[in-house]
C-alpha cells in the first residue's frame, strides 16, 4: 500500500508508443533519412525502412534481423514481408500498409548505390558491416533511435505492440490482429497486446456514434 504523503503509486509504464510519439518517432526518421542520403550515412536510411516495417508490421527484433532482401514483396496488391523463422520456427506473410512501397522500393534500389548487396539472400537490413543485423543490434538501433527522437525509453518489443493496438483500433477485430502477430491463440493477443488507452470525450463519442449510426428517436422509418 502507497503512502498517501507521498501520491499513489507509479502506473505501468506504457508498452506501445502513443499517436503523437508514433508521428515524432516517423518524423525523425524520414529526415535523418534525407540527410543521411545526402552525406552517403547508412544507419539513417536502414532505421527508418527498418522500424517503419517493425511499426507497422508487429515484427518481433529477431525476425527484423533474419528478413532478407527476397523476403521483401513489392507486388502490385501492396507490399509484405516474408518471415521465414518466427517463433517456433513458423513461416508467416505479414501485410504492410499500401502506402509503404514507394519508400521501401526506394531503400532497396539504394541498397547497392550505397554498396550494399541487394542479392535476394543478403539481409534486408544490414549492420554496420554490411552482414545480418543480430537481435541485439535491432535493439540498440531502437534505443538509439527513441533518444534522439526525445521518446521516453520503451524495449523494442513496444513497435510490436503499437502495432498490434493500431491494426486493433482500425478494424476491430482480434483475430485479424492475431494473424498479423502470428499468435496461435487469440486468448495470447488479447490478454497482452491489446491495451485499452483511457477513453477521451471524443473516442466516446466517436464509438456511440458508430454503434447507432442509424437510431435517432422521433425520426419516421424509411420506407
Keep these: 500500500m502507497f503512502d498517501p504523503g ?12 502513443r499517436p503523437e ?39 518481433r527484433a529477431s525476425e527484423l534481423a533474419h528478413l532478407t532482401v527476397a523476403d521483401l514483396d513489392l507486388g502490385r496488391t501492396g507490399p509484405k514481408v516474408v518471415v521465414r523463422h518466427g517463433k517456433g520456427g513458423k513461416r508467416r506473410d505479414v501485410t504492410l500498409p499500401s502506402d509503404l512501397r514507394p519508400l521501401l522500393k526506394r531503400y532497396v534500389d539504394w541498397l547497392p548505390a550505397a554498396g550494399l548487396s541487394a542479392d535476394p539472400t543478403s539481409p534486408l537490413f544490414p549492420g554496420r558491416d554490411g552482414e545480418a543485423l543480430t537481435r541485439n543490434g535491432v535493439w540498440r538501433a531502437w534505443t538509439r533511435l527513441l533518444d534522439a527522437a526525445g521518446i521516453e525509453h520503451r524495449p523494442v518489443h513496444a513497435a510490436r505492440h503499437t502495432a498490434s493496438m493500431a491494426l486493433y ?24 497486446y491489446i491495451h485499452n488507452p483511457e477513453p477521451t470525450e471524443g473516442r466516446m463519442r466517436a464509438g456511440v456514434d458508430a454503434a447507432w449510426p442509424a437510431y435517432v428517436p422521433g425520426t419516421p422509418e424509411k420506407s
Excluded at 169 to 187: D, F, M, P, R, Y
Design 169 to 192: 483500433e482500425a478494424t476491430g477485430n482480434l483475430n485479424t490482429v492475431q494473424k498479423h502477430l502470428g499468435h496461435t491463440k487469440s486468448a495470447l493477443t488479447l490478454q497482452n
Design 21 to 59: 510519439e508514433v508521428e515524432r518517432l516517423r518524423d525523425h526518421l524520414r529526415d535523418e533519412a534525407d540527410l543521411g542520403r545526402l552525406r552517403a550515412l547508412r544507419l539513417p536510411v536502414r532505421d527508418e525502412a527498418l522500424f517503419t516495417v517493425a511499426l507497422t508490421g508487429g515484427l
Design 6 to 17: 507521498t501520491g499513489p503509486p507509479p502506473t505501468e509504464a506504457l508498452k506501445y508508443l
